[in-house]
């Protein structure tokens, strides 16, 4: 694990609770770089544990695994779409999508409204996107990669999400599996930027995620490892076995800015059903900070607001 100094302080109490509702949720609930704000020394907090070392902050660290659920009223990574309005010259670009977080937990559990209830709602606008045709498993080519970047209504975060889809394209492979899925650079610096996850069933075709993890884990089993760098979402992608061929998996942070990426985006078929373990990736956005002007800037912008004024008072006493 690579050690990193948070700088964003509002990140440590952003990931000590978890969320509510079928939501955005936090991958680090109960994880955090302890009181000095430092990954990886004695005192960071780990929701699962500092692995078979005993020692927190070494290669074998594990982190938090959040599962969602069969029952899209009881799966907390669940948002509800209430509406979309699409680019009419592609079906599979959003330009708006109006949501609904809902309740998933039972009174049981602490919920305090029927499973399934509506809590909150927002909506993602789209800023950017970008569409990979043709990417390949091994020798094979097996689909098409959309990229997007929304804005989201309730709070102005950054949502990065993205959605493969197997075998439609004319040539394409209809036998390839997708077990994992990836977005990486989450880490700029000394910053570790917050991510939170989230599905939308917007289709028939659209597999739900299964679970989401701060990690670049290749395994179907097991706990995976820390990896602050990436977040691994697991499903089973596979147009052969009958599966929706497609997701919309959403990522929120805390960035203020993107930028594209090389290898941002990577899939893995994991050999479920016996097949070839295969890995591949492509460009595609990543959270960045927006830079932030130097002192010489503003001296020139106050500098230029100060002779427009001049400029000004001069013309109302000519």
Known sequence: MTLRTT???????AITVPAQAGDFTSLLIGTGPGPDGIWGNGNDTNAIGPGLDGVLGTADDTTVKVSGANSQAGDKLYLKTLSITPNNGDANVPLSINYAATEWRTAAAG?????????????LNLIDFHVTTG???????????????????????????????????AGYSDDAELN???????????????????WLFNSDFDLRMYNASRSDTRSLTGVPTLDLNAVSMQADVNLSEG????????LKTDATDYKWMDNALGYFQAGEEG??????????????????????????????????????????NT
């Open 135 to 169: 990417i390949t498993l091994g020798t094979e080519v097996i689909g098409d990669v959309y990229d997007f970047v929304f804005r989201d209504s309730r709070d102005n975060a950054l949502v990065f999400g993205s959605r493969f889809i197997l075998g439609q394209g």
């Open 180 to 198: 994992f899925m990836y977005r990486y650079g989450f880490v700029e610096g000394d910053t570790v930027f917050d991510v939170q996850a989230a």
């Open 243 to 250: 599966n929706p061929y497609s997701g919309l998996y959403l």
């Open 111 to 123: 919920g305090t409204v029927p499973r399934g209830d509506t809590v909150a709602t927002g909506t």
């Open 275 to 316: 097949q070839a373990l295969l890995y591949g990736s492509t460009g595609g956005f990543a959270p960045t900070m927006a830079p932030v002007p130097e002192p010489s800037t503003y001296a020139l912008m106050l500098a230029g607001i100060g002779l427009i004024g001049m400029a000004a008072r001069r013309r109302m």
């Open 7 to 13: 700088a964003l302080a509002a990140m440590l109490a």
